[in-house]
């Protein structure tokens, strides 16, 4: 939206001043890589009209935890890696500047990134990067893989839970490191002054972050590596992929344990960021929600299962075919309303800790009382708070939630929210495309970490939603 002058002349800058952020559902696709203009301060809101039933298709974007992930691995790399569908998001930003920090050299145009990591000439990235998310400190492992020390910041993200390093410490301690933690800092050094060695380590959960980690720094350690109780999820099927595709030999992937026997070297490849299962998911129950019929792609309908398997027996129909997804809620589809079920998280193939927020809005609106129970992380129950304030009956205990639906139809009414984590965020987000009334929610920077374009995706559908944009002082 162009300003000019004559606009904000009778406006107070003194104060926030509020425009409205608004990208036409056609030009998606000239989305990607844009950042804000400098000049506006970047405290945007979410303004939603509920009640707008949504149709029609919307494209699914690359899985950002598995592009954070390979982003990380391209350090062990020779020569440039080029990965496409990596989705422009606040946090694939900040792992590209962590890895610039370091001397790597980066171009992106239209999702797709080049990575040449022949220039690294540190091997302390930026603290203050590092800080923003949780995802930056994968560095570790290809940087001792590689260069055989690092020093790396304590990581930053999401406030849902104690996410310890000591996984990763003890890990690469039993690769042959020496590593060391003081003043907010992980330092850490092949124990033999050349690199790391093979050896075999049992996680103590199966962490996602801390098997992807040690995975990299296997992957050029002297012999051969046995990592157990490691974690299943596709994400680290993806960055085994790409390993294997850079000169790796890692098998394994996708079971409880992992073989990897190290190489000299590895070199760049190519590779396609497959899908964010979690963003499919949320715009699934998005259809669900507001009992709307849409479709999505590409969706690998494998990485949801769980999802549809719940959505299913809630009286929900989906259809897949090839690598498209199609929800219908839609009352003469499925009758006057939707079943509540229960829901317990889990590692996967186990449902997703990612999607109980978002589960939780749909239960609001559903026949029956629902009981959910968070077992990844003990601190996810953030956004409860905020759906109470939109007349959500929930009662926390604990990790465990219990959600009393509404015979017909959502009981939510719009109020002013404050998204505190990503899939919190999302989570009001679906909850106030249901509420009666219209719905303002702050703190949506949390949701620019994980979700590319979500407002134009979600307008692409048929949803009242703008982007709220505050000015300090003048264009």
Known sequence: MALSSSTLCHQNLTKPYYISFHKQPHILSHLQFQTPPKTLTLDPKFTITGGCKLSGHVPISGSKNS????????????????????????????????????????????????????????????????????????????????????????????????????????????????????????????????????????????????????????????????????????????????????????????????????????????????????????????????????????VIPSHVACLIDKLLAAGCKITCAHDTLEVSAVPDDVGDNLQGFDVRTCPFPGFPTDLQPQTMVLLTTCNGSSIVEETVFENRMGHVRELQKLGARIQVCGSTAVICGKEKGSALLSSQLVAKDLRGGVSLVLAGLAAEGVTEISGIAHIDRGYENLDAKLRLLGADIKRLIPLTSPL
């Open 67 to 298: 592009a954070l992930s390979i982003l990380a691995a391209t350090l062990c790399c020779s020569g440039t890696s080029k990965l496409h569908g990596v989705p422009n998001l606040s946090d694939t930003r900040t792992m590209a500047s962590i890895l610039r920090s370091l001397g790597a050299e980066i171009e992106a145009c239209n999702g797709e990134m080049w990575i040449n990591a022949d220039g690294v000439g540190s091997v302390e990235p930026c603290p203050e990067d590092i800080g923003k998310i949780r995802g930056g400190f994968f560095v570790i492992g290809p940087l001792l893989a590689r260069f055989g020390e690092a020093v790396v910041a304590l990581p930053g993200g999401c406030d849902i839970g104690t996410r310890p390093v000591d996984l990763y410490i003890r890990g690469l301690r039993a690769l042959g490191a020496i590593v060391e933690l003081g003043d907010g800092k992980v330092r850490a050094q092949a124990a033999n002054g050349r690199g790391l060695v093979g050896g075999r380590f049992r996680l103590d959960h199966p962490s996602v972050g801390a098997t992807e980690t040690l995975m990299m720094a296997a992957c050029m350690a002297d012999g051969v590596t046995v990592l157990s109780n490691v974690a299943k999820e596709p994400e680290v099927i993806d960055l085994a992929r790409f390993l294997t595709g850079s000169g790796a030999c890692v098998e394994g992937a996708g079971s409880d344990t992992l073989y990897i026997k190290g190489k000299n070297q590895l070199h760049g490849s190519e590779c396609i960021v497959p899908p964010d299962r979690i963003e499919a998911g949320t715009f699934m129950l998005a259809a669900a929600i507001t009992r709307s019929s849409i479709s999505m792609s590409p």
